[in-house]
């Protein structure tokens, strides 16, 4: 069975940061790109960032490019998301996916606030 777990979500204020995880299990993950998307309270899913398996190319929604940098470590199964500069707008349930297909995981909650 496909699992991805995310971790690393919580309460940060403004300007500050956080490093989201994505673990996965039960999937070669060596072989398949991924995908972190997010969903704001009242909003629908919005992609913002995905890494093929090499983790050789990026790419980045125009809402997080410069301050998000999505990466992957395949020796561990596991996808990065650094988010630097955070926004009150960036506050949403952000889940990792596997490329081209609609497995994610449970999600974790960012809150940006004062």
């Known amino acids: 069975e496909v699992q991805l777990v995310e971790s690393g979500g919580g309460l940060v204020q403004p300007g500050g940061s956080l490093r989201l995880s994505c673990t996965a299990s039960?999937?070669?993950?060596?072989?398949?790109?991924m995908n972190w998307f997010r969903q704001a309270p009242g909003k629908g899913l919005e992609w913002i960032s995905g890494i093929t398996n090499s983790g050789g190319k990026m790419k980045y929604a125009d809402s997080v490019r410069g301050r998000f940098t999505i990466s992957r470590d395949n020796a561990k199964s596991t996808l990065y998301l650094q988010m630097n500069n955070l926004k009150p707008e960036d506050t949403a349930v952000y889940y990792c996916g596997i490329d081209r297909t609609n497995v994610r995981g449970q999600g974790t909650q960012v809150t940006v606030s004062s």
């Open positions: 039960g999937v070669t993950f060596t072989r398949i790109g």
